[in-house]
């Protein structure tokens, strides 16, 4: 199959030129969908890619060609939810230029009104900014939309999210009737298509379709952790790193600030990053994550948009995303460029469900794992400390002459011993880290459960093992560990089969609850829910009489 290239999707030479120069080989699928299209007259356009697929060059490229000769209009504008991004895309389209045309404008909040009212009377051809401040300039006369011919909605899910839907439409309504409206969405919820029906006439869909970069790049792991043990879990995976360098995504402000402040406090270079926080902070933040004075960046999806950072090691999703889409486009942080990285989620047992949603998602190579244990990561650090040591060829001379007087006075071994322990000492102590609950999902890749039945219902291992094989048609052999109490029992059951089962013995009349089992241990005593397993009905616990149920809920 003969592979595609820019020359063959009509671009001229001086924009392949350009392309040669920044060392693109070949166009990305996204690419490959929306450029020739944007090279001619058309409908206004759809494109669902996620982030990494190339979309800034799929619609800069094609408004770099058509708008090269100056009208002393604006011709396109291009709207994104954040300051960052506005600089970033902004930068790249003016890297695709062979000359100075198109001029271009970036504006955007918290930054002078003066300087970009100066770019704006100077005259640029193609503007990118946030909603207000786009806003701020059609109110000041400083921006003239009446010949535009391209609007650009680029992070359009992220804009909705952000609350910026009335000020984009309001936006719309600046425009020229000419306009050609090209939305780019990672995703593409309710609140976009109902933009598309009311504001956009004629349009085409196009979606690029190719396998998440995640899948490929990206080692993707989930650990099963309690809510209480997260930081626990957290802190052990970087220090079993040689290097950690990563994203740790949360789901609201709060989370953002109070992990980042947690980790703080264990002596990690982090910060928080979120929507809610000045731009000037927002900058200083980055720059100092894209120095790497800061590892860990703990971030909100929306305040992660936009946010470009080679060589990330490492994405941990401190909780599942809202949705697949989201998880993907969160894992694509990491395993960028043809460089390695990985993805770790943190899934609380009352998650669980809910991660059968991002297994396809994430693709085969979604695997479950064990938060790394005390002596492991011990024994890294001490790797580490040993490597450090070792690479140290020349010593000032006051370390040797106090070596020397340590020497005189305690052995060779004690003296670095106790050296290393002074130095050291509080980075190798295990009491550092504190015990981790054990999973109820074992690494073999099977799940316990709980069944609210047992020896006083007419349980046994083998009515068992048949329900939950007429459930889920489960063959016998992978149905295991079964333990039968008085009023409850337990079983094992592939990872992949839980889920089949604890649905279908919701939806079937007459079968016990079916749940995950806690971590603790099989034979813990009480009333757990006596039920009613479809095998007799359970007797009053102070009657005796069959058919009613205890007071005890599941």
């Known amino acids: 199959m003969e592979r595609l290239s820019f020359a063959s999707l009509g671009l001229k030479p001086d924009t392949l030129s350009a392309i040669e120069r920044k060392g693109f080989e070949e166009p990305t699928p996204i690419q490959a969908l929306t450029i020739p299209r944007l090279l001619t007259d058309g409908p206004d356009l759809i494109a669902r890619a996620r982030t990494g697929t190339g979309k800034t060059a799929a619609f800069g490229l094609p408004l770099v060609e058509r708008l090269s000769t100056p009208t002393g209009k ?7 939810p954040t300051r960052e991004l506005a600089l970033q895309v902004a930068g790249e389209i003016v890297s695709l230029r062979s000359g100075e045309r198109p001029r271009i404008a970036p504006v955007y909040g918290g930054a002078s009104m003066g300087e970009q009212l100066r770019r704006l009377a100077a005259g640029v051809d193609i503007v990118v900014g946030t909603p207000g401040r786009v806003l701020d300039h059609l109110a000041r006369g400083s921006l003239d939309l009446s010949a535009l011919r391209f609007l650009v909605l680029d992070e359009a899910d992220e804009m909705l999210d952000m609350g910026f839907i009335e000020d984009i439409e309001a936006i719309m309504e600046a425009c020229g009737p000419e306009r050609r409206v090209v939305l780019f969405s990672a995703t593409m919820p309710a609140g976009i298509v109902q933009v598309a029906r009311r504001r956009l006439g004629k349009y085409e ?29 957290l802190c052990r995976i970087i220090d079993a790193e040689e290097e950690f360098f990563g994203i740790v995504f949360t789901a609201t402000r709060v989370d953002a600030e109070r992990v980042a402040k947690a980790l ?9 990053l979120h929507g809610e926080i000045t731009q000037d902070r927002r900058e200083r933040i980055l720059s100092r994550f894209r120095e790497r004075r800061i590892s860990v960046l703990v971030a909100t999806d929306v ?22 889409e989201a998880y993907v486009h969160r894992v694509g942080r990491t395993g960028r460029a043809g460089n390695a990285g990985t993805a770790i989620t943190f899934v609380t047992p009352e998650e669980y469900r809910k991660l059968f949603r991002f297994k396809h998602a994430a693709g085969s190579g979604f695997k479950k794992g064990a938060v790394p244990a ?3 990561v011990i024994g890294a650090k001490r790797e580490r400390l040993k490597a450090r040591v070792l690479a140290r060829t020349e010593t000032p001379e006051l370390w040797l002459e106090l070596a020397d007087e340590l020497l005189a006075r305690l052995s060779p071994r004690e003296a670095l011993a106790a050296a290393l322990f002074e130095s050291f000492g509080s980075e190798l102590d295990p009491a550092r880290y504190r015990e981790i609950q054990e999973s109820s999902v074992d690494a073999a890749g099977t799940v316990r459960l709980f069944v609210g039945a047992g020896k006083r219902d007419g349980a046994t291992p083998r009515r068992l093992a048949e329900m939950v094989k007429r459930l889920a048609g489960l ?6 560990g079964i333990e039968v109490y008085e009023n409850f029992s337990f079983l094992t059951v592939p990872f992949e089969a839980a889920e089949r089962v604890i649905a279908a013995a919701r939806r079937q009349g007459g079968l016990p609850p079916v749940r995950l089992a806690t971590p603790r241990a099989s034979g813990e005593r009480g009333r757990a829910g006596a039920g009613r397993p479809g095998l007799r009905k359970p007797r009053n616990a102070k009657s005796g009489e069959p058919g009613k149920r205890s007071g005890t809920r599941d």
């Open 74 to 80: 604006v011709g396109a504008l291009v709207l994104v």
């Open 303 to 324: 305040a992660a948009r936009g946010i470009d950072v080679e060589r990330i090691t490492h994405v941990i999703n401190w909780t599942l995303p809202h949705d697949p």
């Open 475 to 480: 063959p016998d052999r992978l149905v295991g």
């Open 205 to 233: 869909l196009v979606e690029d379709e190719s396998k998440a970069v995640a899948t490929e790049l990206a080692e993707q792991v989930w650990l099963e952790v309690r809510e209480g043990d997260k930081l626990e879990a």
């Open 374 to 376: 005390i002596a492991e």
């Open 264 to 272: 703080e406090e264990r002596g990690y270079e982090s910060d928080a």
